[in-house]
């Protein structure tokens, strides 16, 4: 089945520790989505890329970076964890090409990461 | 950024209820689509809504895009124990990959 995988499901880093949490598709989705979400929250879009351009959402903090080094393929890194960095952190893709539905956003399972 | 106001921000609803609930914007929106999200999952895709007015249903679940376009609504018939979770509107614009969020409505089945 097609679809958005995350890994790991859990990560946990250490204050100030980079850590960098991957997402893959099999979708064949040209926009590569990454939001974090606090505690029930409504997830917040920290960027996204639609092939290779990046966007940067104009409130995401510096500490956090985006890689995407192939169709398939997206990393987020978080430079320097911090406490409130502690959250869900969910990768999600849509087709972008024209037609009905070129941006329903389907979304991976997610990586919950704990900052110590 | 822009959220969407939802409500109910919670329901506690017995098995078997129906469960409406609604989400509303002070912008119009070309795509109203509705998400659910289990603990610790991702939100999973349950209805997209193209055109003001339309109905859409999947299973036990019914959408409506709202005539104004600033307004959509969720029902669920027949609640069961697997419908527990939080439901997530999202608006979007033509030519906009991105989602503007609701706050979410939690809902939870009492025994």
């Known amino acids: 089945d097609a679809m958005v995988i995350q890994n790991p499901r859990y990560q946990v880093t250490q204050f100030g520790k980079p850590v960098t949490l991957s997402c893959s598709q099999t979708?064949?989705?040209?926009?590569m989505y990454w939001y974090q979400q606090k505690s029930s929250q409504a997830p917040k879009l920290l960027f996204h890329?639609?092939?290779?351009?990046?966007?940067n959402e104009a409130d995401t903090p510096d500490n956090f970076q985006s890689r995407r080094p192939n169709t398939s393929f997206c990393f987020l890194d978080i430079r320097s964890p911090g406490l409130g960095d502690a959250a869900m952190y969910l990768c999600?893709?849509?087709?972008?090409?024209?037609?009905?539905?070129?941006?329903?956003?389907?979304f991976g399972p997610g990586t919950r990461l704990t900052v110590t | 950024g822009q959220q969407l106001n939802q409500s109910p921000q919670s329901m506690f609803i017995q098995e078997g209820e129906d469960v409406s609930m609604n989400c509303t914007s002070s912008?119009?929106?070309?795509?109203w689509l509705w998400y659910k999200q289990d603990p610790g999952e991702g939100p999973v895709l349950l209805i997209a809504?193209?055109?003001?007015?339309e109905l859409t249903s999947n299973g036990r679940l019914t959408a409506q895009f709202g005539i104004t376009r600033k307004d959509s609504f969720l029902n669920i018939s027949a609640s069961i124990p697997s419908d527990v979770g939080i439901y997530f509107c999202?608006?979007?614009?033509?030519?906009?990959?991105?989602?503007?969020f609701g706050t979410g409505t939690r809902l939870t089945i009492i025994p």
């Open positions: 999600a893709t849509s087709s972008g090409t024209s037609g009905r539905a070129p941006y329903e956003q389907y």
């Open positions: 979708l064949n989705h040209n926009v």
């Open positions: 890329y639609y092939d290779k351009d990046f966007n």
């Open positions: 912008s119009i929106f070309n795509t």
């Open positions: 809504l193209y055109k003001a007015g």
């Open positions: 999202a608006g979007q614009n033509f030519g906009n990959e991105k989602l503007t």
